[in-house]
């Protein structure tokens, strides 16, 4: 089991800037890969970020590449989502996810690779 809580969410104004973070359960978070992803009103879940166990790979959706960066630090038991240059389309409740097995080569994109979630914080972007 990982449980995660995500935190950091809010309202800022087109091109601001929002620090999200992910506190997991210290037991296991270190053989991890995780993974961001959002869901706006009315569309599905979808891919933002993924980070491997090590930090070392990352991978973006289109739409945010060069705005989003992830990382984590293991000592801490957290992951991170630093998103600059928001934009209206950018609003969406944004969740943490861990995959359903530990020490994941590639992180998956699929939510549905994807068995633990955190609540979800809200970035709401005003124009």
């Known amino acids: 089991q990982v449980q995660l809580v995500e935190s950091g969410g809010g309202l800022v104004q087109v091109g601001g800037s929002l620090r999200l973070s992910c506190a997991a359960d210290?037991?296991?978070?270190?053989?991890?890969?995780m993974g961001w992803f959002r869901q706006a009103p009315g569309k599905e879940r979808e891919f933002v970020a993924h980070?491997?166990?090590?930090?070392?790979?990352?991978g973006y959706a289109d739409s945010v590449k060069g705005r989003f960066t992830i990382s984590r630090d293991n000592a801490k038991n957290t992951v991170y989502l630093q998103m600059n240059s928001l934009k209206p389309e950018d609003t969406a409740v944004y969740y943490c996810?861990?995959?359903?097995?530990?020490?994941?080569?590639?992180?998956?994109?699929?939510?549905?690779?994807?068995?633990?979630w955190g609540q979800g914080t809200q970035v709401t972007v005003s124009s």
């Open positions: 980070i491997g166990v090590s930090g070392r790979t990352t």
């Open positions: 210290g037991r296991t978070f270190n053989s991890y890969a």
């Open positions: 996810a861990a995959p359903r097995r530990p020490w994941v080569v590639v992180p998956p994109r699929d939510p549905i690779e994807y068995q633990f």
